[in-house]
C-alpha cells in the first residue's frame, strides 16, 4: 500500500486517466486507488470527473463512489449523478440510482435508476422528468414539462412510456390549466415532431378529448402547419370558452391561422387570420 497526501496527481497512462486529489491510495495487490475527499478525474480526454471518495479498479477499468458525482462529457452535456454512480470506462456505461442530465438547451432530464450507454448514446430510466427551460416552447411564462413512469433515448428518438405533458404554469392554481395524458410519447428528432398515442387531454383536470393519435414540431421548428396550442379564457358577456387554432403554411410569404371558438353554452365563432 502506498499512500499519498497533499496536491496528488496519478496519471495512469495505461488507461489514460488523470486523478487530481489530496489523498489518493494505491492498493498494489488489489490494483486499487482511493482517493478520499472532493476528487477531480479526467477520463480519455472525453469526461471530466468531479466527486469524492471514489474507489478505481485498474484491472476493470471501473470507478465508483455513493457520493454526488457532477461528469461533463466533450459535447457539454452534464450528468449530475445524485445518488452516487458505478462508471464502466471499457463499455463508457454509466449507472445511477438517482440522476440529473442537462443538455446544451439547458432542459433537465431527472431520472431514477439510470443506466446511460455513452458509446452509443442511449439512455434508459425510471420515473423521468423533464423540466424545460421556461422559454423553451416560446414563452418565458410557461413551466413546460414532461414526466413518464419509464423511457430510453437514442440518437434518433426519446420515447417515455405513461406520459404527462403541458407548458402550462400553475402560479396561482392548483393544477395545471392543460395537459396531455399518453400511453406512449416519441420525440422523432429526425423528423422534429412530438408524437403522442393513446392521449387525452385534460382541461384543469378534467378529461375532455381522447386522441388516439396526435403529434405536433418540436421547439427547433420555426414554421410548419398544424395546430397551434389551445387556450381557454372566459369573460362576464360570453362565458367560458375554449379555442383551438389551427396554422397552415402557403408559400415561404403567405399563411392562415383558423381559429374556432368554442363556448360552454354550445355556440361557436370561427375567425380567420391571413397575412
Given at each position: 500500500i502506498i499512500t499519498f497526501t497533499k496536491n496528488v496527481l496519478l496519471d495512469d497512462r495505461k488507461n489514460e486517466v488523470i486523478i487530481d486529489g489530496d489523498f489518493i491510495k494505491y492498493?498494489?495487490?488489489k490494483n486499487l486507488i482511493y482517493s478520499k475527499g472532493k476528487t477531480k478525474l479526467q477520463i480519455k480526454d472525453k469526461y471530466k470527473v468531479n466527486s469524492k471518495n471514489i474507489f478505481y479498479i485498474r484491472d476493470l477499468k471501473k470507478l465508483y463512489t455513493k457520493e454526488e458525482t457532477l461528469i461533463e462529457d466533450s459535447e457539454n452535456n452534464f450528468y449530475i449523478l445524485k445518488d452516487g454512480f458505478d462508471f464502466d470506462f471499457i463499455n463508457e456505461i454509466i449507472r445511477s440510482?438517482?440522476?440529473?442530465?442537462?443538455?446544451?438547451?439547458?432542459?433537465?432530464?431527472?431520472?431514477?435508476?439510470?443506466?446511460?450507454?455513452?458509446?452509443?448514446?442511449?439512455?434508459?430510466?425510471?420515473?423521468?422528468k423533464v423540466e424545460f427551460e421556461k422559454s423553451y416552447f416560446g414563452n418565458e411564462e410557461?413551466?413546460?414539462?414532461?414526466?413518464?413512469?419509464?423511457?430510453?433515448?437514442?440518437?434518433n428518438e426519446l420515447k417515455v412510456y405513461k406520459a404527462v405533458f403541458s407548458t402550462c404554469n400553475i402560479k396561482n392554481k392548483k393544477c395545471r390549466g392543460w395537459e396531455l395524458n399518453s400511453d406512449e410519447f416519441t420525440h422523432d428528432k429526425s423528423k422534429k415532431i412530438f408524437e403522442y398515442k393513446n392521449s387525452w387531454l385534460k382541461i384543469f383536470d378534467f378529461r375532455t378529448?381522447?386522441?388516439?393519435?396526435?403529434?405536433?414540431?418540436?421547439?427547433?421548428?420555426?414554421?410548419?402547419?398544424?395546430?397551434?396550442?389551445?387556450?381557454?379564457?372566459?369573460?362576464?358577456?360570453?362565458?367560458?370558452?375554449?379555442?383551438?387554432?389551427?396554422?397552415?403554411?402557403?408559400?415561404?410569404?403567405?399563411?392562415?391561422?383558423?381559429?374556432?371558438?368554442?363556448?360552454?353554452?354550445?355556440?361557436?365563432?370561427?375567425?380567420?387570420?391571413?397575412?
Open positions: 492498493e498494489r495487490k440510482k438517482k440522476s440529473t442530465i442537462i443538455d446544451q438547451n439547458n432542459n433537465k432530464y431527472n431520472f431514477e435508476n439510470l443506466i446511460i450507454d455513452l458509446k452509443n448514446n442511449e439512455i434508459a430510466g425510471n420515473e423521468l410557461n413551466e413546460p414539462l414532461l414526466k413518464g413512469r419509464s423511457s430510453y433515448s437514442n440518437n378529448l381522447y386522441m388516439p393519435y396526435f403529434n405536433h414540431p418540436d421547439p427547433s421548428v420555426k414554421r410548419k402547419s398544424g395546430f397551434l396550442t389551445p387556450s381557454y379564457s372566459s369573460s362576464e358577456s360570453f362565458g367560458v370558452f375554449f379555442n383551438t387554432p389551427y396554422f397552415k403554411v402557403l408559400s415561404l410569404e403567405k399563411d392562415l391561422t383558423f381559429t374556432p371558438r368554442f363556448y360552454a353554452d354550445k355556440s361557436f365563432l370561427l375567425q380567420n387570420e391571413y397575412r
